[in-house]
């Protein structure tokens, strides 16, 4: 080796070097808490992974992870999640990312081909960590020795498809078309099985759909690992400590040496920090010590003593170990043991971050700081033990020893646990070894902690002088119900151990557990948690119990009786209960649409525009512009009081980094701009506080800092000081609002007018039910891309704002006014959105408008990307409501009058919510009640301001009109659905409901839905059978239920310009914001169709040559807001008035030149026109006609679900929707919005809470207390109709819109829910000898697990065992 070589190995040899996507880059120096994301995002042009939560619970920063060993010559791939990893951890390393596997200049992998054609993509700020997560499965399932499939198929099969996404959320798609993708590369897929896409049509055969699937070509897949850095990869692969304060010890020796140098100074020893998801830790570290490369830690050995783990074994390297088959060093009871662990840590987090997560990091983080942990419950059960290294010396101890241990110092360590062999039994004993695991969590699989865990573990045999089993011993362990740590429940071991198992001695030993299981102070449904112990452990033993077949029913149903079969069985249950335990994730899903070729090629199904991009990660949002130079970053400070002073806004020096350049606040608006920070038609929001803050999360301030890292940890180490003297109290409630009448106004237009005479139907009615209420709360929009702007100051007191936003044209004035400047001065612009639903129409305005504040002040760039925590406080959200009604009907459940009073928490300023009482009323209208009266007060509040989110106040009206109807029909114990369809609208009164909106009878499409939906989802038929499972299972029951809906939408007036460039391309304008709704691919068809009369019979079609580009508000000005569900109908409507316009122009020029040239192509027209001076660029404003621009629109839907009564565990079995969408524009894009709205509903209905403290301050503020549905919680089979009705003539080319309504449809999954439950209670009010059928309830929204379990019953299987004692008895 030369002189220069070595120089340069050394040097290289304590640097950082990795490689992402082949790239090679060297670091000299780095702060150590840099995470990967951060610099990716920043320091590369690579800016594919995104930034959702930074806490590891989204997969938005899904990459690849490459690892080299020189040894074997391997390479090990997997997913991590970069918000997470530490920069300095993945020296020699090589990254990819989505752009990595490929991209519109090298191709696009197959991955993304896929997820473009199943339209699996719709704002696509998910799409690229979906597309990696997809690809780790894949290339890992690839490196198996199974059978080569044939060349569109990978290795990977179907449950490894679905499962690689998981943990990954999407906010738009509703998962189903994303699971299309994923399993269309797994070799056992039924190519039937896959829905929708643009590959093939349902005339092909099989064959040629497999031959339409873009291939996967397993010979010329990527390279993850390049071979420069194999080279690279010496013996000397660690970092050098002193330049990255960053130690990776190779031995105990010296680590234990590390731990002794650095007592008492601010040292993290690390593994894979993904506990800094949870604790979100802002303290700077010294020093970092990685644990990664002991060897001591990373030992994973398995023999017939057990099976010891080292503390930085990776969760998933652990499963992948337990789950082996056959491992002869076992025995075959350790082998099910194991393997039940194993399968209970596949629910720990998710693929991503068990990858890297280590075993020992989670026990550290249970004992230390009493994280929630589920590997420390069942290793608890299973008495393992763990070895702790100090600077000084090693101790063995027992798990349970550990966790009640005082915190473990910050100078042990945790060498390994060891789950020790349960041994074989003797075969004399005929003793039978059961464990089982439990887990009640919001989300099986997707990436959620739990309420409770368990784990028990017994040793049991026949009793020689009975038919009963005898407990010889067991081990029971609880955790994360609100304790310090995971329990022993030794009283109830200790009860148990030597008792023949009957009804009497399990119910006192569920009596010991209630009092054993108990949560701590201030921990959320303490009783539901410990409900769910009580529930576990019946689970677990009632199947043993004298009878079982009747006491278990439900999990052991038949088994012979005698007590030697009953074990021999539970010993083979034990083994088969493991895989029927894997929940399921989506099993089969139809979609029924009929195309339309009148408008071609508007009307066909084609992929969504962009949807390539922005799978492979090049699709450019705000955040990925790159930063100008000498670009600043803001960050909001908020109040946390709803109503006081703000004395003082303190930023702390310490902790806080250098680089703060001003803390902004209204002080600083310029003398003629004007306090706003947001916009609407009834009134404005101030930017920050005053002297006042009105309601907890009102911005007070901006801190504009060097990094965005920076100016958050500033922001939220900033103390204000607040002061309460002379201040009324804050209004939290709409109750206290309507004490001191304390409403925003609504104006006429916007109220309810009452229907019918309420006096006469009250009259009328043979029942009443008075003043029954009902209470809503919020719902966060949880968009994946978080709020998001640029402001770039420009000369002559210009500013241009990039804006993540739903209304550019109402962030432009306020930007103006704000900054007191012309608005001539200001451009905003927006080119997409990664997900708005309402959130980014008004909230996103201060946000762009403290960013033009802050720099127009500077004289600086001035950027913002809003962490989640932030955004979940300030955004606002769904409006919370109280209802009150009173409703008279007849005995058949025909209602003849409804009067009800709605109060609705707008918060502190008008925003949208004087539009609220139009929408709740125009949705609640939905039934016929005979007479109606409507009083509505929108309420002014302390609380952050709410806003509009998709289908606002439709939403609620639906939901209030079928809690009406659910309680007339409990009220006369009838079925739900005939009270439905007594009171369903007939044309008439309809007409009287509506009025205008009402159109012609042909349009009255409901009727028509209601009765085919019934026909092909065997309605009737599945009713029966829901009735029949029913009777028969104890422990789970079904509900089904079919519901309507009517949304009325309006369009509004709307710009668009059309141009044709010189070459026959077209570019085109229009006033609605891309928010992944697929609003440019329709307009990309509309124009396409708008220009196709003036092309060849040679030509083809322009779909290709159309782009649409980023809203411009100085270009095209008036765009409005993009919301309402029609703004791609207004768009395409007035892009189609410019193409006439462009027709109208091009044809006698046209006509003139093929009288001189005879037949004329597109091209040369064109370029003929540029010439001739014909004007090529046309703009039009187009407004709708007044007489026809409100409509509605239809849909039902049938769901049906089935509830675990020991846990409140909804799973949404089926969902059959049929919905109107006229002569759908798109029908891929408008079953997209179908699905993803829908499933979008089932988080408001069944999971989402959105929860404040008294004070109004938002608590659910991250993705570990927010629960949106992921995967594995959307309906198992998912059928979706379009009906494409042609009786809309009136409409844009008769479509109809999609974006919306579908939404309401989710109630059916609340419905039927209450069904389910309606049913439990029957039966439980019947074990202790009451009617049930009178069982009168509400369930709340979101119907939660612990909801649902309160209302099926607390204390369920107390009441089950003491009603089969007395039976016995
Ligand atoms: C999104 C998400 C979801 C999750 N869901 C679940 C869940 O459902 N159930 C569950 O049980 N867990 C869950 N976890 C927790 C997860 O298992 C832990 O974060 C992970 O195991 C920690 O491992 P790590 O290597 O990343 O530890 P690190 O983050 O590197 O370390 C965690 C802490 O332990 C210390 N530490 C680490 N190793 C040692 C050691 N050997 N000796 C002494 N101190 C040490 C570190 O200093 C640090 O304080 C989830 C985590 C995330 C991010
Ligand atoms: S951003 Fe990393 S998981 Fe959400
Ligand atoms: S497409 Fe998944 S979040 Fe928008």
Redesign the pocket.
């Known amino acids: 080796m030369s002189s220069k070589m070595a120089v340069e190995t050394e040097t290289r040899n304590g640097t950082l070097v990795f490689a992402v996507n082949g790239q090679r880059f060297e670091l000299p120096t780095v702060d150590p808490s840099t995470t990967l994301l951060e610099f990716l995002r920043s320091q590369t042009p690579f800016k594919s992974p995104k930034l959702g939560c930074g806490?590891?619970?989204c997969g938005a920063c899904v990459v690849l992870l490459s690892k080299y060993d020189p040894v074997h010559d391997k390479v090990e791939d997997f997913t991590i999640?970069s918000c997470?990893t530490l920069l300095c951890s993945i020296n020699r390393c090589s990254i990819t990312t989505s752009e990595g596997l490929g991209n519109s200049k090298n191709g696009f992998h197959p991955i993304h081909q896929r997820f473009t054609g199943f339209h699996a993509s719709q704002c696509g700020f998910c799409t690229p960590g979906m597309c990696v997560s997809l690809f780790g499965a894949l290339i890992n399932a690839e490196k198996t020795n199974r059978s080569e499939p044939p060349p569109p198929f990978s290795k990977l099969n179907v449950s490894e498809a679905e499962k690689a996404v998981a943990?990954n959320l999407c906010r738009c798609t509703g998962y189903r078309p994303i699971a299309d993708a994923c399993k269309s590369l797994a070799a056992d897929v039924d190519i039937e099985d896959l829905g929708l896409n643009s590959f093939w049509t349902k005339e092909h055969s099989k064959e040629e759909k497999i031959s339409k699937l873009p291939v996967y070509d397993r010979n010329h897949e990527i390279c993850t690992f390049p071979e420069f850095l194999k080279n690279e990869i010496r013996s000397g692969i660690t970092l050098d400590s002193k330049r990255y304060n960053w130690h990776s010890p190779a031995s105990v020796e010296e680590l234990q040496n590390l731990l002794k140098v650095y007592e008492g100074t601010e040292i993290?020893?690390?593994?894979?920090?993904?506990?800094?998801?949870?604790?979100k830790e802002i303290k700077p570290y010294d020093k970092y010590i990685d644990?990664k490369h002991v060897p001591e830690?990373s030992i994973l050995k398995l023999d017939q003593t057990g099976v010891e783990i080292g503390?930085?074994v990776?969760?998933s390297k652990v499963i992948e170990a337990l789950k082996k088959e056959n491992q002869h060093d076992f025995y075959p009871r350790d082998e099910n043991v194991l393997r039940k662990i194993a399968s209970h840590m596949e629910?720990?987090?998710?693929g991503f971050?068990?990858n890297?997560?280590?075993?020992?990091?989670?026990l550290?983080?249970?004992q230390?700081?009493h994280?929630?942990?589920?590997?420390?419950t069942i290793l608890l059960a299973v008495d393992s033990v763990v070895d702790i290294m100090s600077s000084h010396q090693f101790e063995r101890i027992t798990l349970e020893e550990f966790l009640l241990r005082p915190p473990?110092d910050?100078s042990?360590?945790?060498?390994n646990v060891k789950i020790p062999s349960v041994g074989k039994v003797l075969p004399e004993t005929n003793t039978i070894l059961l464990f089982e695991t439990y887990r009640a969590?919001p989300r099986p699989l997707g990436?959620?902690?739990?309420f409770l865990n368990a784990a028990f573990l017994a040793e049991v045999s026949p009793c020689e002088t009975s038919d009963g089993i005898l407990v010889n011993h067991c081990q029971l362990a609880f955790g994360?119900y609100g304790t310090k740590h995971a329990i022993r429940a030794r009283r109830v071991e200790e009860f148990l151990s030597g008792k023949i198992l009957n009804a009497e001695v399990l119910y006192e030993a569920i009596q010991l557990i209630r009092a054993t299981v108990v949560s701590e102070d201030g921990t959320a449904n303490p009783a539901y948690r410990s409900s769910l112990a009580a529930g576990f452990l019946f689970e677990f033993f009632s199947s043993l119990i004298d009878g079982s077949a009747e006491i278990s029913n439900g999990f052991l149903n038949g088994y012979a009786s005698t007590s030697m079969a009953k074990c021999s069985k539970l010993g083979q249950s034990n083994v088969q209960d493991y895989s029927n335990k894997i929940p399921t994730m989506l099993s089969s899903a139809k979609q029924v649409l009929e195309l339309s070729k009148s408008y071609y090629p508007v009307g066909e199904p084609i992929s969504k525009s962009g949807a390539a991009i922005q799978a492979s990660g090049e699709a450019v949002y705000v955040d990925d512009i790159p930063s100008p130079t000498d670009c600043l970053h803001g960050a909001f400070i908020y109040s946390t009081k709803p109503l006081a002073r703000v004395r003082s806004i303190k930023v702390n020096s310490k902790p806080h980094p250098d680089g703060v350049a001003a803390v902004i606040s209204y002080k600083d608006i310029p003398e003629l701009g004007e306090n706003i920070g947001s916009n609407f038609f009834f009134g404005s929001e101030p930017l920050f506080a005053d002297e006042l803050t009105q309601c907890a999360g009102q911005r007070v301030a901006f801190v504009v800092a060097d990094a965005q890292k920076h100016a958050n940890m500033v922001a939220n180490c900033a103390v204000v000081e607040y002061g309460m003297e002379d201040l009324e109290p804050p209004i939290l409630s709409v109750e206290e609002a309507v004490k001191r009448s304390s409403f925003f106004d609504v104006p006429p237009f916007f109220y309810p007018q009452p229907v019918g005479d309420i006096s006469k139907g009250m009259a009328e009615a043979d029942h009443k039910i008075v003043s029954a209420e009902i209470k809503l709360g919020s719902q966060y929009y949880f968009y994946m891309e978080t709020q998001t702007a640029l402001a770039v100051p420009d000369e002559d007191n210009c500013i241009v704002v990039y804006s993540s936003i739903q209304n550019p044209e109402f962030a432009h004035s306020v930007i103006a006014k704000c900054l007191g400047i012309p608005e001539n001065n200001v451009r905003v612009l927006t080119r997409r959105v990664g997900g708005g639903f309402g959130g980014k129409a008004v909230a996103a305005i201060p946000v762009a408008t403290a960013c033009a504040l802050a720099a127009h002040k500077l004289h600086r760039p001035v950027r913002m990307y809003m962490n989640r925590k932030t955004d979940m406080i300030m955004t606002g959200g769904r409006h919370p409501m109280k209802i009150t009604y009173t409703v008279g009907f007849k005995a058949d459940g025909k209602i003849t009058a409804l009067q009800i009073e709605i109060l609705i928490d707008a918060g502190i300023s008008p925003d949208m919510s004087p539009l609220m009482p139009h929408t709740v009323s125009s949705a609640l209208q939905k039934y016929d009640w005979g007479a109606l009266s409507i009083n509505i007060k929108v309420c002014k509040t302390n609380n952050t301001s709410k806003s509009s989110m998709r289908a606002p106040g439709d939403l609620q009206g639906s939901f209030i009109a079928e809690a009406i109807i659910e309680h007339v029909a409990s009220t006369l114990s009838l079925e739900v659905d005939s009270v439905r369809n007594v009171n369903l609208h007939t044309y008439n009164s309809l007409k009287s409901f509506y009025r205008d909106r009402a159109g012609e009878n042909l349009e009255y499409t409901l009727p028509l839905l209601w009765e085919k939906l019934a026909v092909s989802s065997s309605f009737d038929k599945r009713v029966e059978m829901v009735k029949e499972f029913n009777r028969c299972n104890k422990w789970k029951k079904k509900g089904i239920s079919r519901v309507p809906i009517f949304y009325g939408v309006s369009l509004r007036p709307t710009p668009g310009r059309v141009s044709i460039l010189k070459d026959g391309s077209i570019v085109v304008e229009v006033g609605g914001i891309e928010i992944g709704q697929g609003l440019w691919t329709k307009v990309k068809q509309m124009t396409a169709f708008g220009l196709n009369t003036i092309l060849g019979s040679e030509d083809g079609d322009l779909l290709d040559r159309v782009r649409v580009i980023q809203a411009d508000t100085l270009s095209l000005i008036q765009g409005g807001i993009t919301g309402g569900s029609t703004t791609s109908e207004s768009s395409c409507e007035a892009v189609r008035l410019c193409c006439n316009i462009l027709v109208e122009r091009l044809t006698p020029f046209k006509e003139r030149m093929q009288k001189q040239m005879g037949p004329i192509k597109w091209d040369t027209l064109v370029s003929q026109a540029h010439m001739q001076s014909v004007n090529l660029s046309a703009s039009t404003f187009y407004i709708p006609d007044a007489s026809s621009s409100s409509y509605l629109n239809y849909g039902v839907a049938v769901s049906e679900v089935e509830v675990n009564l020991l846990t409140g565990e909804t799973t949404v079995l089926q969902v059959d929707i049929i919905y109107d969408c006229g002569k759908s524009l798109n029908p891929a894009v408008d079953l997209g919005q179908i699905e993803g709205a829908f499933v979008q509903g089932i988080g408001f209905f069944m999971s989402e809470e959105y929860l404040t403290n008294s004070d109004g301050l938002v608590i659910t503020d991250s993705?570990?207390s927010y629960k949106i549905p992921s995967m594995d919680t959307i309906p198992k089979q998912f059928n979706v109709e379009l009906l494409n009705s042609s009786h809309n003539e009136k409409r844009v080319l008769s479509s109809k819109a999609s974006g919306e309504p579908p939404l309401l449809l989710a109630v059916s999954v609340h419905c039927a829910t209450r069904a389910a439950v309606k049913e439990a209670r029957k039966q439980l009010l019947s074990w202790s000898g009451q009617d049930g059928s009178e069982s009168i309830f509400q369930l709340d929204v979101p119907a939660t697990m612990p909801v649902v379990k309160e209302l099926c019953g607390l204390d369920i299987v107390e009441k089950y065992l003491k009603w089969s004692l007395g039976r016995k008895n």
Not at 347 to 350: F, G, I, P, R, Y
Not at 447 to 450: E, M, N, Q, V, W
């Open positions: 806490e590891g619970g999640s997470l943990g993290k020893t690390v593994v894979s920090n993904t506990g800094m998801g949870y604790y644990l830690l503390a930085a990776t969760i629910k720990v987090a998710s971050i068990r890297t997560a280590s075993v020992g990091g989670n550290v983080m249970a230390r700081k994280f929630p942990s589920d590997i420390a473990l910050f042990s360590v945790l060498v969590a990436s959620a902690l739990a994360a993705t570990w």
